[in-house]
C-alpha cells in the first residue's frame, strides 16, 4: 500500500436513487507504534443515522464489506441510530454484528445518539461487547493506546478523564465524534477520528461545505486529514444521511488505514521523506 491515498467508488441503493460510497485507504504513521501492530489494518466507520433516509441497504453493504478485510481494528465514532428514527428499536445489534476485529471493535456517542436516548446504541453495543469509550482509554498493545470522549456538545466531553490512566509515553490513536476536539485539545501528540460533519453531506457553490460546517454545525473542519501541532485529526463523511436525505456531490466514506511506524523526527532517509511527503501533501495546518 503507497503512503499516498487511494480511493474506490461504489454506487449503492437508495431506493431508486444511486447512493455513492468511497472506500479510502491510506497508510498512517505513528511513532512509537509496537512491533506487532506494523501493517496493522484499521477500519473506521462513523455516522450510520441508521432508520433514516432509506440507507439500511448501504449500511448493511458497508458492514458486509468491512468484515470481508478482517481487519485488526474497527473505530465507530457515534450518530448510530438517527433521532428521527420512529421505530419502536432499530435492530442495530443485527447490522454491527458482522464487525469483529483482532484488538477489539470501539465505540464512542455521538450528538443523534444523546437526542435519541442513549439506551438503545448502549444496549446493542455492549450485547455485542463493543466497547463504548466515554471519557476513558484502553490499551490495544504494548504502549499503544484507544481513548474516547463524550460528545462534545450534546454529552459530557472530557480529554483529562478519558487520558487520566493512560501513561505519557503512549501512542495514542482517539475517538471523538466531534471534530471540533481539535481546537481544545491543546497540543497532544495523537491521531484523533471524527465523524458529524457528513463532509456537509451536499457540495453546492453556496452556502459552501465550509459555511454549512461552520454555522450549522459549528465545526471548523469538513473532511479529511487537518492538524494543530503535533495533533492530528481525521474527519470521515460517514454512511448515512440526516436532514435533507441525499448526498450531492459528497460520497458517504468508509475509512481504512494502514498503521505504519513513522521515522523519528531527526531521521534521514526514505522514511522520514515519505512521512513528510504525507503530512505535506494532506494535512490542512490550523491554528
Ligand atoms: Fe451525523
Known amino acids: 500500500m503507497s503512503f499516498a491515498p487511494q480511493s474506490e467508488l461504489h454506487l449503492l441503493k437508495q431506493g431508486r436513487r444511486s447512493y455513492p460510497l468511497q472506500v479510502t485507504r491510506q497508510q498512517l504513521p505513528m511513532h512509537g507504534l509496537p512491533e506487532n501492530c506494523r501493517g496493522?489494518?484499521?477500519?473506521?466507520?462513523?455516522?450510520?443515522?441508521?432508520?433514516?433516509?432509506?440507507?439500511?441497504?448501504?449500511?448493511?453493504?458497508?458492514?458486509?464489506f468491512v468484515a470481508s478485510l478482517e481487519p485488526d481494528l474497527i473505530f465507530l465514532t457515534g450518530d448510530f441510530i438517527d433521532d428521527h428514527y420512529k421505530g419502536a428499536g432499530y435492530p442495530l445489534q443485527q447490522l454491527l454484528a458482522p464487525l469483529h476485529?483482532?484488538?477489539?471493535?470501539?465505540?464512542?456517542?455521538g450528538n443523534h445518539d444523546h437526542r435519541r436516548g442513549l439506551a438503545e446504541a448502549r444496549s446493542a453495543l455492549e450485547a455485542l461487547s463493543i466497547p463504548l469509550l466515554v471519557n476513558e482509554a484502553v490499551e490495544l498493545a504494548d504502549g499503544l493506546w484507544a481513548a474516547g470522549v463524550d460528545d462534545m456538545y450534546e454529552g459530557r466531553c472530557s480529554l483529562k478523564d478519558a487520558l487520566h490512566n493512560a501513561p505519557s509515553d503512549r501512542t495514542l490513536l482517539m475517538l471523538s465524534h466531534n471534530p471540533s476536539l481539535l481546537d481544545s485539545a491543546g497540543e497532544e501528540d495523537m491521531v484523533i477520528f471524527s465523524g458529524h460533519t457528513h463532509g456537509a453531506q451536499m457540495h453546492i457553490p453556496f452556502p459552501?461545505?465550509?459555511?454549512?460546517?461552520?454555522?450549522?454545525l459549528r465545526c471548523n473542519q469538513v473532511e479529511g486529514w487537518y492538524r494543530r501541532g503535533v495533533t492530528r485529526l481525521y474527519v470521515n463523511r460517514g454512511l448515512g444521511v440526516t436532514g435533507f436525505p441525499i448526498r450531492y456531490h459528497c460520497p458517504a466514506e468508509i475509512?481504512?488505514?494502514?498503521?505504519v511506524p513513522a521515522a523519528a523526527p531527526n531521521a534521514g532517509g526514505e522514511a522520514a521523506a515519505e512521512n513528510a511527503a504525507q503530512e505535506?501533501?494532506?494535512c490542512r495546518q490550523t491554528g
Open 280 to 282: 505535506a501533501s494532506s
Open 40 to 64: 496493522s489494518l484499521l477500519a473506521h466507520l462513523t455516522d450510520f443515522h441508521a432508520g433514516y433516509g432509506g440507507t439500511d441497504g448501504v449500511l448493511q453493504w458497508a458492514a458486509a
Open 101 to 109: 476485529a483482532r484488538m477489539g471493535v470501539y465505540a464512542c456517542y
Open 208 to 216: 459552501s461545505p465550509e459555511l454549512v460546517c461552520r454555522v450549522h
Open 255 to 259: 475509512a481504512l488505514f494502514e498503521l
